[in-house]
């Protein structure tokens, strides 16, 4: 399982900014590289290595139950569209051509014939809609951090979509996140309102928060309980607890198997802040030792040491930590 993307009313510039990406990593003719390939008579081999020791999202065996009378349920656009972005996300670590030829395979290895063309059709589209979300964020009349910008966009988002998909796809694959996302601007409206003091503020949200739609609040209550658990988990670490306490405080909390999802997570944030500590220290090091040298070798010295301590995902976020 990877993140959830980022909702696209208040987040609409980070999700542009990834795919801007598209345009300087995934060339129209490019080719899967042999980094990315699963190795020879390796079958369960990872699509790229961050997703090693992952499942794809999407429930595709909602997608068979989901099909009546040759049509498509709106959980199953939803079901599509999470195993669209799950293997999209690779994005950096291999092309577009790439990625959509891996869910390609994906969809006709797991669906019949008949579902496996619908969502490859959805899977064509989904594509170009992305694409021309990088044209939609360059106007200069969507910028801004304003609510109405913000609001802006989430309109212009909306009638993009309506050129692509119906309103059964666009409700089945978007529907949570728009609902998301006007709540979330309906909330920045009010803490924005110079005109509400801080207990009509607080008055306002009560009341977005008891109209809130059930999905919304289920999610929000889910949120909460993962942000207890990590603060739980803190204080017990704190206290000398070991990494089995907080495994059973977790499973308890929630389930065996999210227990087993966040001590990955942790995991994995350790390994990150171990290879970044150790990069700091190597890093002074090999300037200390090049310091007589010219800027294209220690620049050069610096790139090799960055490709032996990060992938070529990770290493744009080591700009934060120089």
Known sequence: MRLRPTSLGLGLVVAVACLVAWQSYAPQDATPTSAALPAAGSAQAPFVRSMQDTL??????????????GHFTPQVYAELRRLFDYYLSAVGEQSIPAITQQIRDELQRRLPPPQAQKA??????????????VDLESKPALAGSGVQAIRNRQWA???????YFSQEESQGMFGFEDAYDTDAIARLEISQNPALNAAQKQQKLAALDAAM???LRNERDASSAVWRADQQAQEMRAKG???????RMRAKEFDAQAAARLA????????????????????TRLLAAQANASESERQSALAQLQQNLFSEAERPRLVAYE
Not at 56 to 69: C, E, F, K, M, S
Not at 241 to 247: F, V
Not at 264 to 283: G, L, S, T
Request: hydrophobic share 35%.
């Open 56 to 69: 794809p999202d999407g429930n595709l065996q909602a997608i068979l139950n989901g099909t009546v009378n």
């Open 120 to 133: 490859q059709r959805l899977l064509d589209l989904y594509i170009a809609f992305k694409r021309e979300l």
């Open 264 to 283: 990955e997570v942790d995991r994995e944030e350790a390994d990150w802040k171990n290879r970044i500590a150790r990069y700091r220290e190597e890093r």
């Open 213 to 215: 739609p059930s999905v």
């Open 157 to 163: 988002m909306q009638e993009l979509r309506g050129r």
């Open 241 to 247: 607890a070991s990494e089995d306490d907080i495994y």
